[in-house]
């Protein structure tokens, strides 16, 4: 009866863990496809790079977390702001941006992993930051260490805050004018090449945290930048772009499919069953679930 | 008449000695090629294996500093595979017709490796692996390829003879990554748990994809298995380490076939006291005085002490060193001298032997991890093991 316990909870810890950290992640991401029409497709490799530049200024550089960490939110918004400078802005205009976006963004996620094999993946194959808390708590019956549970705590509350800001700070609400209708936002009075920007320095802000929270929660390698990449495109549409909220719920429906299929199928069915969850939403709502 | 006579004997005499000097110079020539071993180093200096090809590099460089000391014995040409199959077979194919190399090596990776040895047999290039325990490479009817690490079938094996040193008739656990090596890893596990009377309770292997492991850790745990082994991919094996820990499991109880230094530190200080298996430890009693010159010099170089996998390819330049005189007269006597070597390894004094498809002597040292700190860790030694290729149906086991 114990061992069933402990297995319940753990799907539980599994699925709400890796749901709020991948929606996190995706959020970042659906706020820039929601507002610019800018399928990041290097948001993944951001993501990566996050965690790998907190894990180099902890390890090798000696730096401790609160200062490492906003030194990594500024370092990715350093690279999206000069690369708005000097590619993204010149596409705002166009009609057909997303795969001009695309093609661009996909190329620089080549460079970005280029970069990170380079630098990184001279010094070591894997990178473990070092535990923010030690020791562990107790879902009960279930034990939890207390860094996952730290990364837990801070991903829900980006989330939190993230939402709260789309609905209560005019900010926000002009993002959310941009998300609807650009055209019409134009009208009220919105400066829509500003709210780009704001867009994309939130969406990457997001992004980053997302990036070191899960070198925190887990261990990262040079590959799980792609793996990212596939899985948070998959929220974003399915969520509905531009959605946080839709986000995080297809995020937490991706980590407890993945958490439920483990009870009773191989891994691999378990890792892929999130798909299936996904088309089947699809099914349900052809747009999104929050689309606009 | 005469003065004709007198000419043409000048010019006869003239030529005969430029023929002479010439024929003198080309065996000059001859003689100082023959002393240099020219060897074609295809290895992952970029792409996913980065990482472990420099390391490698850095490693044989190393060795070559100390084998060339007294004059040119080895020169390796390097050639980066990029981590891609059909990449390190264009280099061995370079390295083969434009750099003539009469050997080719280097390379740190099972399917880098699988893709050279093809072109190396059917083009009787010989071809010397320092990295790479896919089965495979020294299948039966192999005649080029010789590989210096033992194959991963025999890994398998180690562990469940550990196993069973440990607790006989101990029940284990497996959770484990899916990629070739460790296919075959767990071939020899099985194969031997099950003559050796080790029941294994659950056998839960992940997509190289996966990310987490709470649900099935859990489930693990459950069934109470005397010991866990952990094999994840990459980044992986730390995250399914740090939560068996988590989840209860002792240190004691986990096992890892292989262990490298970035690896090993990875697992983090919550792993002191669990086991892993190794060909190389900076940590080993039986290092020679060449093995901690090594492993300073490495640290100093590198600052980590070198695993297994730098330690092959600083023994396999050494090694080269040493049959370089007989092998550089061409590619039929360095297949020859390396059929027949007789040799130890420099570091450790392990015999370097191969049987008639190539495959390495048998032997695994199995370690305890005693503590882990930012960049080193400590080890002790608990048990080794030697054992011939024969020992097992290891071509028969193998995916």
């Given at each position: 009866?114990?061992?069933?316990?402990?297995?319940?909870?753990?799907?539980?810890?599994?699925?709400?863990?890796?749901?709020?950290?991948y929606a996190?992640?995706?959020?970042?991401?659906?706020?820039?496809h929601?507002?610019i029409?800018?399928?990041?497709?290097?948001?993944?490799?951001?993501?990566?790079?996050?965690?790998?530049?907190?894990?180099?200024?902890?390890?090798?550089?000696?730096?401790?977390?609160?200062?490492?960490?906003?030194?990594?939110?500024?370092?990715?918004?350093?690279?999206?702001?000069?690369?708005?400078?000097?590619?993204?802005?010149?596409?705002?205009?166009r009609?057909?941006?997303?795969?001009?976006?695309?093609?661009?963004?996909?190329?620089?996620a080549?460079?970005?992993?280029?970069?990170?094999?380079?630098?990184?993946?001279?010094?070591?194959?894997t990178?473990?930051?070092?535990?923010?808390?030690?020791?562990?708590?107790f879902?009960?019956?279930?034990?939890?260490?207390?860094?996952?549970l730290?990364?837990?705590?801070?991903?829900?509350?980006?989330?939190c805050?993230?939402?709260?800001?789309?609905?209560?700070?005019?900010?926000?609400?002009?993002?959310?004018?941009?998300?609807?209708?650009?055209?019409?936002?134009?009208?009220?009075?919105?400066?829509?090449?500003?709210?780009?920007?704001?867009?994309?320095?939130?969406?990457?802000?997001?992004t980053?945290?997302?990036?070191?929270?899960?070198?925190?929660?887990?261990t990262?390698?040079?590959?799980?930048?792609?793996?990212?990449?596939?899985?948070?495109?998959?929220?974003?549409?399915?969520?509905?772009?531009?959605?946080?909220?839709g986000?995080?719920?297809?995020?937490?429906?991706?980590g407890?499919?993945?958490?439920?299929?483990?009870?009773?199928?191989?891994?691999?069915?378990?890792?892929?069953?999130?798909?299936?969850?996904?088309?089947?939403?699809?099914?349900?709502?052809?747009?999104?679930?929050f689309?606009? | 008449?005469?003065?004709?006579?007198?000419?043409?004997?000048?010019?006869?005499?003239?030529?005969?000695?430029?023929?002479?000097?010439?024929?003198?110079?080309?065996?000059?020539?001859?003689?100082?090629?023959?002393?240099?071993?020219?060897?074609?180093?295809?290895?992952?200096?970029?792409?996913?294996?980065t990482?472990?090809?420099?390391?490698?590099?850095?490693?044989?460089?190393?060795?070559l500093?100390?084998?060339?000391?007294?004059?040119?014995?080895?020169?390796?040409?390097?050639?980066?595979?990029?981590?891609?199959?059909?990449?390190?077979?264009?280099?061995?194919?370079?390295?083969?017709?434009?750099?003539?190399?009469?050997?080719?090596?280097?390379?740190?990776?099972?399917?880098?490796?699988?893709?050279?040895?093809?072109?190396?047999?059917?083009?009787?290039?010989?071809f010397?692996?320092?990295?790479?325990?896919?089965p495979?490479?020294?299948?039966?009817?192999?005649?080029?390829?010789?590989?210096?690490?033992?194959?991963?079938?025999?890994?398998?094996?180690?562990?469940?003879?550990?196993?069973?040193?440990?607790?006989?008739?101990?029940?284990?656990?497996?959770?484990?990554?899916?990629?070739?090596?460790n296919?075959?890893?767990?071939?020899?596990?099985?194969?031997?748990?099950?003559?050796?009377?080790?029941?294994?309770?659950s056998?839960?292997?992940?997509?190289?994809?996966?990310?987490?492991?709470?649900?099935?850790?859990?489930?693990?745990?459950?069934?109470?298995?005397?010991?866990?082994?952990?094999?994840?991919?990459?980044?992986f094996?730390?995250?399914?380490?740090?939560?068996?820990?988590?989840?209860?499991?002792?240190p004691?109880?986990?096992y890892?076939?292989?262990?490298?230094?970035?690896?090993?530190?990875?697992?983090?200080?919550?792993?002191?006291?669990?086991?892993?298996?190794t060909?190389?430890?900076?940590?080993l009693?039986?290092?020679?005085?060449?093995?901690?010159?090594?492993?300073?010099?490495?640290?100093?170089?590198?600052?980590?002490?070198?695993?297994?996998?730098?330690?092959?390819?600083?023994?396999?330049?050494?090694?080269?060193?040493?049959?370089?005189?007989?092998?550089?007269?061409?590619?039929?006597?360095?297949?020859?001298?390396?059929?027949?070597?007789?040799?130890?390894?420099?570091?450790?004094?392990?015999?370097?032997q191969?049987?008639?498809?190539?495959?390495?002597?048998?032997?695994?040292?199995?370690?305890?991890?005693?503590?882990?700190?930012?960049?080193?860790?400590?080890?002790?030694?608990?048990?080794?093991?030697?054992?011939?290729?024969?020992?097992?149906?290891i071509?028969?086991?193998?995916?």
């Amino acid at each position: 009866m114990d061992g069933y316990l402990v297995v319940a909870a753990s799907v539980i810890v599994s699925g709400v863990l890796v749901g709020t950290i991948y929606a996190v992640v995706a959020a970042g991401l659906s706020l820039i496809h929601g507002t610019i029409l800018m399928p990041q497709a290097s948001n993944g490799q951001i993501f990566l790079g996050a965690g790998l530049v907190l894990w180099w200024l902890q390890t090798q550089a000696g730096w401790p977390l609160w200062l490492a960490v906003p030194a990594v939110i500024a370092a990715g918004l350093a690279l999206v702001f000069s690369l708005e400078l000097l590619v993204f802005r010149r596409f705002y205009a166009r009609a057909d941006r997303s795969i001009t976006y695309l093609v661009v963004t996909l190329g620089l996620a080549q460079m970005l992993s280029g970069l990170y094999i380079g630098a990184f993946g001279r010094i070591s194959d894997t990178f473990s930051v070092p535990p923010p808390a030690r020791g562990y708590a107790f879902i009960d019956p279930t034990p939890v260490s207390n860094a996952r549970l730290l990364a837990f705590t801070a991903a829900a509350t980006v989330l939190c805050a993230l939402i709260a800001f789309l609905r209560l700070h005019r900010f926000g609400r002009a993002l959310r004018a941009v998300f609807q209708n650009r055209d019409v936002a134009r009208l009220r009075g919105i400066d829509i090449i500003s709210t780009y920007r704001l867009a994309l320095g939130l969406g990457t802000a997001v992004t980053t945290v997302g990036g070191m929270l899960y070198a925190v929660a887990f261990t990262l390698d040079l590959t799980v930048g792609w793996t990212m990449t596939l899985i948070t495109f998959s929220i974003m549409i399915v969520g509905g772009p531009g959605s946080v909220l839709g986000a995080l719920c297809v995020g937490l429906v991706f980590g407890f499919t993945q958490a439920i299929v483990s009870v009773f199928a191989d891994p691999t069915i378990a890792t892929f069953a999130y798909l299936l969850a996904m088309l089947a939403m699809l099914f349900l709502r052809p747009n999104g679930l929050f689309s606009r | 008449m005469t003065t004709n006579v007198r000419k043409a004997t000048g010019r006869v005499i003239a030529t005969g000695a430029s023929v002479a000097l010439l024929a003198v110079a080309s065996i000059g020539i001859e003689a100082s090629a023959a002393a240099t071993l020219r060897v074609g180093w295809n290895s992952e200096l970029s792409g996913a294996w980065t990482f472990t090809g420099g390391a490698c590099l850095d490693a044989a460089k190393l060795a070559l500093d100390e084998v060339n000391a007294n004059g040119k014995r080895v020169e390796l040409v390097i050639q980066d595979n990029q981590t891609n199959p059909a990449q390190a077979a264009a280099a061995a194919r370079l390295l083969d017709a434009q750099e003539k190399v009469t050997l080719i090596s280097g390379t740190t990776n099972s399917d880098t490796s699988l893709a050279i040895y093809g072109f190396a047999e059917d083009n009787h290039l010989p071809f010397l692996v320092p990295v790479a325990a896919f089965p495979r490479l020294t299948k039966p009817g192999t005649r080029e390829t010789f590989r210096m690490e033992p194959d991963a079938v025999g890994w398998g094996y180690v562990a469940a003879k550990f196993f069973k040193s440990l607790k006989p008739n101990a029940t284990i656990g497996i959770m484990s990554s899916d990629f070739a090596v460790n296919r075959a890893i767990l071939a020899g596990l099985k194969y031997q748990a099950e003559k050796d009377g080790l029941k294994i309770v659950s056998e839960i292997v992940f997509p190289q994809t996966a990310t987490d492991a709470t649900v099935q850790v859990a489930q693990m745990k459950a069934l109470h298995p005397d010991f866990v082994y952990v094999a994840g991919a990459s980044a992986f094996d730390a995250t399914l380490t740090h939560q068996l820990i988590d989840f209860g499991f002792k240190p004691e109880q986990l096992y890892h076939p292989f262990g490298a230094p970035k690896q090993i530190l990875a697992w983090g200080e919550s792993s002191a006291g669990s086991y892993y298996g190794t060909f190389f430890d900076h940590n080993l009693p039986n290092l020679t005085e060449n093995g901690r010159r090594f492993v300073d010099a490495f640290r100093k170089a590198k600052g980590y002490s070198p695993g297994y996998q730098e330690n092959f390819c600083y023994a396999t330049v050494h090694f080269l060193g040493e049959i370089a005189d007989k092998a550089s007269a061409g590619r039929d006597q360095a297949r020859e001298v390396l059929r027949g070597a007789d040799s130890k390894e420099i570091t450790t004094g392990v015999p370097i032997q191969f049987d008639e498809s190539g495959a390495r002597t048998e032997y695994m040292y199995v370690m305890q991890l005693k503590s882990v700190g930012k960049d080193d860790f400590t080890a002790t030694k608990s048990s080794y093991l030697e054992w011939s290729a024969k020992t097992l149906p290891i071509y028969d086991l193998a995916p």
